[in-house]
């Protein structure tokens, strides 16, 4: 297993509401990268986390935000919560921001489920 | 950008056959492609990977073959076992984003 670690294992939050994801690096990594997959379907990039700044962005709206804290681990935060928002949520971590370079190792990820 | 698909969606195969998974990418600057093993209510895990320098890398019984002419790249898993059922996926990448196939579930009966 990997040292990345999610929480929640899973939520269920409302229309409307507001969530926030968390993610525990691996040791020694300084990039975390957040993933949105829906079932049946391949993980979705939504953005990434180098050295405390966003280095990157998916296809997602601007209610889809995030953080890197001095520790390297990281959340993402998401308001005004729609059904279709629910999926399993995937943060990986790894050395450096280019997966050509660095292998990016998932977490369990956070199941949420939007009613 | 880039974008990755990924050919069957489902496969089933007894025990013992080879399973092939094949996938294509759309951008020509890619030169690095994992492969993910995904079970059921479980993280995704990097089972092997190719960068663009070669066309061939082997680990026991798996194995992944690269055309970059063609912009394709396979994945073989020899003598499967009922552990190897799962969702596998193939990914490409777009500078520090991995671009992920839609997934191939593969079913070893014994």
């Known amino acids: 297993e990997t040292g990345v670690t999610q929480s929640p294992t899973h939520l269920i939050k409302t229309r409307g509401q507001q969530v926030t994801l968390r993610c525990s690096s691996q040791s020694g990594h300084n990039t975390v990268s957040w993933y949105q997959q829906a079932l049946g379907q391949g993980p979705q990039f939504i953005f990434q986390y180098y050295r405390e700044e966003e280095n990157g962005r998916g296809n997602f709206p601007p209610r889809f935000s995030g953080l890197q804290f001095p520790n390297y681990s990281s959340e993402l935060n998401v308001n005004a919560l729609e059904l279709d928002d629910s999926a399993l949520y995937l943060c990986?971590?790894?050395?450096?921001?280019?997966?050509?370079?660095?292998?990016?190792?998932f977490g369990p990820g956070t199941r949420l489920t939007v009613l | 950008g880039e974008n990755v698909e990924q050919h069957p969606s489902t496969l089933s195969v007894q025990e013992g056959d080879s399973a092939v998974i094949k996938c294509t990418y759309s951008d020509s600057a890619s030169n690095y492609f994992p492969w993910y093993k995904q079970e059921l209510g479980k993280r995704p895990q990097l089972i092997i990977d190719?960068?663009?320098?070669?066309g061939e890398k082997k680990d026991q019984r798996i194995a992944v073959t690269l055309n970059k002419t063609a912009k394709h790249f396979s994945l073989h898993i020899t003598e499967t076992q009922p552990e190897d059922s799962a969702v596998y996926f193939c990914?490409?990448?777009?500078?520090?984003?991995?671009?992920f196939g839609t997934g191939t579930r593969l079913q070893v009966f014994p």
């Open positions: 990986a971590s790894s050395a450096s921001p280019l997966p050509s370079t660095d292998t990016q190792y």
């Open positions: 990914a490409g990448h777009n500078t520090d984003k991995l671009i």
């Open positions: 190719i960068r663009s320098n070669v």
